[in-house]
């Protein structure tokens, strides 16, 4: 390892993780969601290792040519879906699956010369993101059957709360899709990470809403050791982190009481203390938002960040007379110091600190 940040991804903990989503969804194909570089974790590697997925999901059609010029040969859906004709070829050549989710799209497909792919039809049940009101899902339908560019045709919707265990949202949103799916003679995906693990309805959607397809769910951020909810960390969930996000100590300097440390003077001491100087900043993906108090593990204990976060540097108190060296590893998230522990320190959510690592240092992909 060099002195610099650096990710090491444990493909061994992504096996694991895929495991636990299938008990928890028994029957169900798998999308395995590895749209913005897998969550940050290297969209490549994690593809050529996820071997026994039924598909993979990105969000546009550049990250699924890299796939498939990497060698990734399973099926592949287009998330955001096509947004040209360009796009629409480039679905039609290499086999992708879009997700159809506005007139503009239903545009290029009746229009299509030269092939024809199949599509997921994407349902806004209350996102009010992305996707077809319900009043008009039996139109699009129709359309979609007529459709030059048109094969197989499959149904969607994304749940916006499926977080929030207890709250109505998302059993709303279930009732609202429920009109439009009963009867489908096709595959049908609600599940996304929160719903498949905490929402039996999602893992059971043939039974509970009656279409004869296969039920796609779309794993993503637990797919990579890391908890969907906001009161549980992955680990409670049977989860491992597959980034362990780590740095060295590259100084240790006495600090007496009353000095200040790093840019602004923003931290001053009220005792004498040792600093450890970690070899870690923004520019690695260490988000400037870390206040202090955020906690970083080495050697087995938990120490705090003083002061800001500068691109390559950040500063913690190692107390006083510290057993630490310079060398020493510390853990910025990973075994030991969940991500979910460490984000609200950011004011962020755990999705945006993994997504953010830069890996300015080579990432070091771990098999086992």
């Known amino acids: ?20 989503i299938r008990k928890a969804a028994p ?9 913005a570089n897998a969550y940050g974790h290297g969209m490549v590697h994690v593809a ?9 999901a990105v969000a546009r059609v550049p990250e699924a040519l890299e796939l498939r010029a990497h060698g990734v040969t399973a099926k592949i859906v287009l998330l955001a879906g096509v947004m040209n004709t360009a796009e629409l070829a480039a679905a039609m050549e290499y086999e992708f699956e879009p997700v159809v989710h506005c007139a503009m799209q239903l545009d290029l497909l009746d229009h299509s010369i030269g092939g024809k792919v199949n599509v997921w ?6 996102m009010n993101r992305l996707g077809f009101a319900p009043s008009e899902a039996a139109e699009v339908l129709a359309r979609l059957r007529r459709s030059a560019g048109v094969n197989d045709i499959r149904l969607m919707t994304h749940l916006a709360s499926a977080d929030q265990l207890d709250g109505s949202t998302t059993a709303e949103q279930l009732e609202r899709f429920r009109p439009i799916v009963s009867g489908f003679d096709g595959d049908v995906s609600i599940g996304n990470t929160p719903a498949t693990l905490g929402w039996p309805a ?3 959607a043939q039974s509970e809403f009656g279409f004869t397809g296969e039920n796609w769910i779309r794993p993503g951020i637990a797919l990579f050791g890391v908890s969907p909810f906001s009161d549980k960390t992955g680990t409670e969930l ?9 740095a060295r100590l590259i100084a240790i300097n006495p600090l007496n009481s009353g000095e200040r440390v790093g840019y602004s003077g923003a931290y001053a001491s009220d005792k004498d203390t040792m600093i450890g100087i970690i070899s870690a900043g923004y520019g690695d993906g260490y988000s400037r938002h870390f206040s202090s108090g955020t906690p970083v593990l080495i050697n087995g204990r938990k120490v705090r960040v003083v002061g800001n976060v500068s691109m390559d540097m950040i500063a913690v108190d190692l107390g006083n007379n510290p ?25 962020a959510i755990p999705y945006e600190l ?3 690592v830069m890996n300015r240092e080579d990432s070091e992909i771990v098999r086992a």
């Open 48 to 56: 050529q290792h996820l071997k026994h997925v039924d598909a993979f």
């Open 202 to 204: 999602v893992v059971n």
């Open 27 to 35: 029957g169900c194909k798998v999308m395995a969601v590895i749209k």
């Open 1 to 20: 390892m060099s002195f610099g940040a650096r990710a090491l991804i444990r493909l061994g903990a992504l096996e694991h993780n895929l495991e636990v």
């Open 121 to 126: 039809c994407k349902i806004d049940t209350g």
């Open 354 to 356: 993994v997504c953010g």
């Open 238 to 246: 049977g989860l491992k982190p597959v980034m362990q996000f780590e």
């Open 323 to 347: 057993d630490d060296r310079v060398g020493d590893i510390a853990t910025l998230w990973g075994d030991g110091l969940p991500v979910e522990e460490v984000a609200p320190y950011a004011n």
